[in-house]
């Protein structure tokens, strides 16, 4: 998730589809890169059962502009519903804001509530942390992204191994059978 979304928690719970009914649980932040707007939670609840694999890629390769991309979350849940939400769009320069080469600038339309959440390619490859857009009279449809290849520092700096998932179960497919696959990992982030 984002840093941004988490630095004034007293306490975190995530609520995602899990086994087939939509739980919550409570999560802890394990890691933290303020500067990068990033940060690493963990789900530390006794009734969470783990994932047995994650079936998306996690893209450490630049990707091109034109790039046809999605994002997945839940934008200002508390008017829209809890329900996970797609919005698409195309990655439109390879920096951010004042040329930041940490962001993706994309069409996609991000709200409040999808910082944090990911940001795929049309073959499931997780390409960047959805985290701001431009809020202007005379701008529209301008969201940056923080490059997936800014979060392998962050886990790479964690107490314990983590795998970045790997699979390719998902290249190819329709987004129908992406998003019935892909709304297993994705969350919804409550803080108190």
């Known amino acids: 998730t984002n840093y941004h979304v988490i630095e ?9 589809k899990n086994r087939g009914k939509i739980r919550k649980f409570n999560a802890e932040v394990i890691k933290s890169d303020p500067k990068n707007d ?18 998306y890629n996690f893209k450490t390769q630049s990707s091109d ?3 046809s991309v999605f994002a997945l979350g839940y934008p200002k849940s508390n008017l829209m519903g809890t329900d996970l939400k797609f919005t698409d769009g195309k990655i439109s320069s390879k920096t951010g804001a004042l ?7 994309s069409t996609t339309p991000i ?6 959440g990911p940001l ?16 202007a009279e005379d701008i529209e449809n301008v969201s940056y992204s923080i490059k997936t290849i800014y979060l392998i520092p962050l886990i790479d700096a964690l107490p314990e191994n983590v795998s970045l998932p790997n ?9 129908t059978e992406q998003f019935k696959v892909l709304e297993k990992y994705v969350t919804l982030i409550r803080i108190k």
């Open 38 to 55: 990033l940060a690493i939670l963990k789900i530390n609840d006794d009734s969470f059962e783990d994932l047995p694999s994650i079936l």
């Open 120 to 135: 795929f390619d049309t073959n499931a490859n997780l390409i960047a942390i959805n985290s701001s857009k431009i809020v």
């Open 167 to 175: 699979s390719k179960f998902l290249e190819g497919k329709d987004f």
């Open 99 to 105: 040329g930041d080469v940490t962001h993706y600038q």
């Open 8 to 16: 004034n928690a007293n306490s975190i719970e995530v609520e995602f």
């Open 111 to 116: 709200q409040s509530g999808n910082s944090g």
């Open 65 to 67: 502009i034109g790039q």
